[in-house]
């Protein structure tokens, strides 16, 4: 409170759209900020989360507009967590969005803040049965929680359909269809929040992979090689009781309706040797299409997923090396892939990606636009001697906002780079 | 100039040096291939060599390459049933190591009395590949174990092509041996077991028996105790992998008995008998699960009687040389015979009546009396491969070899000696074995295809001979009158066409056998490929449809059930649930314990309340059945229940085999017995089947496995809940519901 007080910063009205249409949640806010400060810049804007929020926030990406109307363009602004030391109420999470050129005293400018809740939706009833619908609770505030001055605003949420049993009245409130619209406030102060609770139907496939590792195993020899380990959980209201093909076959549409039979996968253009199996063997139920631009492979899980059950399973894909392998200035080889998950609309919990070196390179090093864990290992593999560098980068919480470029470079050490073909002729 | 020489003409022969010619280019052309063409022309000697080992390789890629058929139609993946279990055990081999391995009791399955497994399985298959595994590793070549275990039985098949020629070449000759390699490489009642996937005992164990036949005709014919010692070694590798090394115990003092006979003892016999007797014994009883079973039970007792009289024969034979008196000699006979006898009696006596010496069991008398299993025990005679052998299958997987296996053994006989006298018993023993089980083709393959190869080989030969005596007889009978080719020309004046019959007859010959490996081919690629876990059928379009219903069902209890949770099936699908679908199981395919088994089959031939009971008393969580009658997949529950009356009825009588049947007619449409109607095992298969309408024109609840519209449609099921049914139907998972309140 003491350090907004010093920015004197003042939201002069926030527009908060609460998109629930998904199994994640998602929330774009519009805030047009003033500085009102006599004599300071202020270099950066306060965003604030309730503690619940903070833990689920998968991204946080802001924008600035600048520019009027057609020529509008939108200039990314880099948002991190505020010093912890700052003190907040009721352990409200600060974020900081830095802006590029400070805001002059009386100056105004509009920042676009979009971000990513995951897990954020609970089911209630928290168990159904095969023939009944889901539905979730969400919560949230009716008013901006913002360590700032409001000065007029107004929040507009959008279910799926127009299925909503109830929703918490804050009044002006108003609803029509799948649209709840909460506002407009005036004159909110500092930190007011006033909970709002939603509970609405939601059929998505709540897709959660508790746990992925990707393996992109480079090669020399012309052969990028990604081999993805999911653990794959329908994270929806649990399934109770019994479970009756003949009602899932013969009506389909009112018969897990939450249930989900099938995912897709994006996958870079020009893969091959595709394979989808689990432990126990192949899963002969995939279908790859692939065009200049990407790949899609549709993958169906042994059984329709229910709400609570279990699958895992792992994609293997072959890539050719020209698309990825690049030289830098500095004469290190670098590798552009992508992060995140490519199966489209889930949540990773966890999610590792490994990035296994050819054999006889050194001092690696990744490069990745946000926070993650980074360590080093040595796998070993067909042939190897020495093993290979594996560069191991983790993240919690991951949605389909990380599937951004990342690099890793190295240094090539040729010499070692012959091991394997000299092994193999001493086999021979 | 003299062209300069090339490396690899020095390597063979240097070329002398020529004195320098006029050479125009011509002739420099001409000269380079001349050293070349000498060097490359070998003696006949070395182009037989050289021809015999392309063959033999060629025939060593063949019938590995032959066996992958199932991974290209399917995948590379384990098959059936019991090969899930020595994949599991292998699996927890590698990962645990041997000391574990040994130690394990497992409590997966045979809940709640668990299984010892280090001491009750045949742990060579697991080793081997487990060893075959570490040796790749240590190359660094990064496989896992199930490729190996997939690719073992292949490997081992070719390795029996290499044992089948040496033993061909013992028996008879060289070009018999590469015949046997030859039809063993894709012999149909040898693939049957062998094909990549099919990970059982028998992969490597024919290959084991082959072996120790072969290295103890070896020893019988060069009396050498190394040959022995190495058969005694591979008796030993015999014994670590199958039980059907019982064979080979009983199957070599046979053959001893049968030299002794005849007339044929000989100190090389007695030195090969002997070492490999006794050694044989001692290594068999390193395995924990043999034990001491070589001493102490009925059915090794054979080899240990021809052991001792192979003793009394050579001590009689001391005897007789050192007394040089025939009377005397005579009266000795007389006594020691008596008191050899009477001794060996009395022990065999004592030993049996103190329970010393086991009789012997049911298994082994199943397979001396074809019908003995049907009457008394019905958990062997319900297996199907344990059936009596139709000529059909005969034919299937021998073809042509049913007919020149009696040709073979004319030949056999006409050269007898005693190596074709042990190929001839071996012939003949397992041809009657074959006879009583199905699976016992098998054993049979090897015999059926060496003694075969005999008859191709020296028919082929004679044949040969004739046309090339033939085809010179014109040249020599103009000039020369008294030389041998005109003189056996002379005797075969009476045969005009002798010439033109034997290019027939080998072209029929070629037909024949080119025939024998078109039906090999055909039948590895549409019957013994299955994995008969993925099931193929043809669509109406032609296209291949799979049902991958067992795998669904089993990774879905892996996945979505407690890991605590017992499953209660009928026993075929133990060793698949444990293995793919992690869980315990009731009974499994070892079938050690009949009256576990009976429960369930007692629990599924009840109506629901009284299994129920059954069920709580077992722990039992979930119910698997399989069910066909969607699919139109006939080897379902529906089609085992008999057997599960059986085998329930042999051990509780309350479960009585004429009340699931109406006039001795097995029917569950509206005609079938109230009983049946309403066991369990009927309404965890039909249950809701009745709504459900399988084929068009039909009316649902259609079985179209029985061809018949089911009975009761109307399914109520009060102590278990449906909890999975796969996409096909053919896998059913029920839910047993926890007892209620008591109020």
Redesign the interface.
Known sequence: AAQAAEDGIRVLSAEKRIDLTGPIVKVFLTLKVQNTATGADASHVLIAFTPAEADHLAIVKATRAEGKRKKKTYIPLPVSPADPATAAPNGARLYSISLPTPLKPTDTTTVEVFYVLTHSLEPFPAEITQSESQLVYYRDSAVLLSPYHVQEQGTYVKTPSSRVESFTRVDPTSRSGPDVKYGAYGNQLPYAYSPIILHYENNHAFAVVEELVRKVEISHWGNVQVTEHYKLKHGGAKHK??????EYQ?RQSISGASSFKNLLARLPPRVHSVYYR????????SHLRSDSYKSELEIEP??PLFG?????FTIGYGMPLQDFLFESADGRRFANLTFGCPLLNTVVDNLTIKVVLPEGSKSPQAVVPFETEQHLETS??????VGRTTVVIKKKNVVGEHNVPFQVFWKVFLVLGFVAPV?YLT?V | PRPAPRADETLAQIPPPRPPMAAAASTMLESLPAPLLRALRLKTKQQELLLRVSALALIYVLAFAVRLFSVLRYESMIHEFDPYFNYRTTLYLTEHGYSEFWNWFDHESWYPLGRVVGGTLFPGLMVTAALLHRLLRALSLAVHIREVCVLTAPFFAANTTLVAYAFGREIWDSGAGLVAAALIAVCPGYISRSVAGSYDNEGVAIFALLLTFYLFVRAVNTGSLAWSLAAAFGYFYMVSAWGGYVFIINLLPLYVLVLLVTGRYSQRLYVAYNCTYVLGMLLGMQIRFVGFQHVQSGEHMAAMGVFFLLQVFFFLDWVKYMLNDVKLFKSFLRITLTCVISVGTLALGIGTASGYISPWTGRFYSLLDPTYAKDHIPIIASVSEHQPTAWSSFMFDFHILLFLFPAGLYFCFKRLSDATIFIVMYGLTSMYFAGVMVRLILVAAPAVCLISAIAVSATIKNLTTLIRSKSKSPQTTGKTTGSKAAAKGAVDQPLPFQHNVAVALLLGAFYLLSRYAIHCTWVTSEAYSSPSIVLSARGHNGGRVIFDDYREAYYWLRQNTPTDAKIMSWWDYGYQITAMGNRTVIVDNNTWNNTHIATVGRAMSSYEDEAYEIMQSLDVNYVLVVFGGVTGYSSDDINKFLWMVRIGGGVFPVIKEPDYLVNGEYRVDKGASPKMLNCLMYKLCYYRFGELTTEYGKPPGYDRVRGVEIGNKDIKLEYLEEAFTTSNWIVRIYKVKPPKNRS
């Not at chain 1, 009781?241 to 003949?246: M, P």
């Not at chain 1, 609570?308 to 895992?312: E, Q, V």
């Open positions: 009781g019994v479970f009756s093909r003949l013969a689990d432990e126990i063997g192949n899963i002969s139920s042994r059984y609570g059950w279990h699958c895992t070993y593999s067909y042939l190897d001697v092994s086999i």
